[in-house]
């Protein structure tokens, strides 16, 4: 069964502190992997990543893939208040896209 | 604001009871996806309209059905609800089909809260 896991579940740092957040997947016909940003309603889309070790950017926001061990990652840097929301990682199979559960990050003043 | 409008934004009913949500996509976008999110299962592909037609099933129901009009908006009934039937009910569209190795971004709208008492 196709799967999407992330971790951790939820995390809560300073403001300025630099978060990892992590997806590993197990995805028959994978085509790329996709990270969303939900706040308090819709998900907004953040990164598509198809390529293993290209590193995609949008300014403290970064996130690279490794299709090898099959996972990737999300790094936020100098984290900032507006950040706090509900990070959504998902793969995109040939006719669906499959969400992990997400990781809830709230930053601390 | 994504372009995508979902109504009604807020639904309470009672169990055994129908409801129908509906959702108009962003202008131009042909295909319509319809998502379930709850607090265990996390955001759940339920399923895809492209132009009328229904392209790609996911964790549907089969208490639970939907389809696009040719004005291109999309309704998605749910019948014979159950208390597990309470989540948020996403809508998002898209430019193209997805398939193959294109992903056609999708856009999501506000959601619709659906509480089963």
């Known amino acids: 069964e196709d799967k999407v896991v992330q971790s951790p579940l939820s995390l809560v740092v300073h403001e300025g502190d630099t978060v990892t957040l992590n997806c590993s997947y197990e995805v028959t016909n994978f085509r790329s992997l996709l990270w969303y940003k939900q706040e308090k309603k819709a998900p907004t889309f953040l990164f598509m990543l198809?390529?293993?070790?290209i590193e995609k950017k949008s300014g403290r926001l970064s996130s690279i893939l490794d299709k090898k061990e099959l996972f990737s990652i999300l790094n936020i840097t100098a984290t900032q208040t507006g950040d706090s929301a509900v990070y959504l990682c998902?793969?995109?199979?040939?006719?669906?896209?499959?969400f992990g559960k997400g990781t809830r990050l709230h930053i601390l003043p | 604001d994504s372009g995508v409008t979902q109504t009604p934004k807020h639904l309470i009913t009672a169990t055994g009871q129908r409801v129908t949500l509906r959702c108009s996509p962003r202008s131009g976008d042909l295909s319509v996806y319809w998502y379930q999110q709850s607090l265990d299962q996390g955001l759940q592909f339920l399923i895809q309209?492209?132009?009328?037609?229904?392209?790609a099933k996911g964790n549907i129901l089969e208490r639970f059905s939907a389809q696009q009009f040719p004005d291109l908006h999309s309704e998605l009934n749910l019948s014979s609800l159950e208390l597990g039937d309470s989540a948020l009910y996403f809508c998002?569209?898209?430019?193209?089909?997805?398939?193959?190795?294109?992903?056609?971004?999708?856009?999501f709208g506000p959601g619709t809260r659906l509480t089963v008492l």
């Open positions: 998902a793969v995109y199979r040939d006719d669906k896209i499959i």
């Open positions: 309209y492209y132009n009328g037609e229904e392209r």
């Open positions: 198809t390529s293993s070790g």
């Open positions: 998002a569209s898209s430019l193209g089909l997805a398939g193959g190795y294109s992903y056609n971004e999708q856009f």
